[in-house]
């Protein structure tokens, strides 16, 4: 089944007034002429306005930081399953599909903004995976019926290995404040326990169809400047391989009034343990 067409090549604006109008109705917008990390965060605070709550920089995304991280999580324990964490430390390999913070639950931010300082000489081109689109194309051929209807009603464990979150909830599920939230990462898994044999083909036919989306469908190029402003509840995003040590992307997350939960202190992504959250 051809799945590109989930695939989203966002179109660009010029003012946070039209990026936000963008994200909200398509999931994703581009803008360009950010001159650094602090004109960036202060465009994301102009775009969420009146519903912003929190943001900041989260990543600072190098090939030096892959293999830092990569080492200290490769250090960490199996889980019960038997199953690792892993954060590539090998950049020439294309990133799984994921919505950032998935290890946080519902601290997760619900907008995500990737500004490119500095582009690779050549690949890195980002990718941006439209997951309620996925839905409806799947949901098209009458085949994919159970798949569908699982990922819409079936609650499953959203955490990390060892890194246990503390409730669990369908693949697609509707917010407190009514927006849609669909989620992807590779360590999706059903909750343990006697039915879990039978939903694991569903959760890795989700998985199939996340990673033949990216496989297939269009990619584009950040440039120096170029910032993605994204819907982080609703697009699953991405970059395919490189080499180059010099690529830098800040991935800067924020929280507006209908988050599911903003968390009040710091978010360690090697140690991603329940964050407090704001009363």
């Known amino acids: 089944m051809d799945l590109s067409s989930a695939c989203l090549v966002p179109r660009r604006v010029s003012s946070p007034a039209e990026a936000h109008e963008v994200v909200a ?6 803008v360009s002429g950010i001159t650094d990390e602090e004109a960036a965060i202060e465009f994301g605070r102009a775009t969420l306005g009146d519903e912003l709550v929190r943001i900041g920089r989260q990543i600072e995304a190098t090939k030096q930081r892959a293999e830092v991280e990569g ?3 490769d250090a960490q324990p199996p889980d019960a399953r038997g199953r690792k964490r892993r954060i590539s430390a090998d950049t020439s ?3 799984p599909p994921h919505n950032d913070g998935f290890a946080f639950g519902d601290r997760a931010p619900d907008r995500l903004f990737l500004f490119s300082a500095r582009p690779a000489a050549t690949g890195g081109d980002s990718f941006l995976i439209d997951g309620l689109k996925l839905l409806d ?3 098209a051929d009458p085949a994919n019926a159970a798949l569908v209807d699982f990922a819409r009603t079936v609650d499953i464990d ?3 290995p060892n890194f246990p979150q503390d409730s669990y909830s369908p693949i ?4 407190p404040a009514g927006r849609p939230q669909v989620r992807h990462h590779p360590y999706l898994a059903p909750i343990m326990g006697a039915g879990e044999d039978a939903q694991w083909p569903f959760v890795r036919q989700w998985l199939a169809a996340v990673t033949s989306a990216r496989d297939t469908g269009p990619r584009f190029r950040l440039a120096a400047g170029d910032m993605a402003v994204v ?7 991405g970059r395919h391989g490189y080499t180059d040590p010099a690529r830098r992307l800040y991935s800067i997350w924020g929280w507006t009034t209908a988050a599911v939960a903003v968390p009040t202190g ?4 090697v140690n991603p343990v329940p964050a407090k959250v704001g009363g």
């Open 71 to 73: 080492a200290k999580i």
């Open 266 to 269: 710091a978010l360690d992504i």
């Open 93 to 95: 390999v294309a990133m």
């Open 231 to 237: 819907d982080n509840y609703r697009i699953f995003h």
């Open 158 to 160: 959203h955490s990390e």
């Open 25 to 30: 109705a398509e999931g994703a917008a581009i």
């Open 137 to 139: 194309l799947l949901a």
């Open 172 to 175: 697609l599920r509707t917010t």
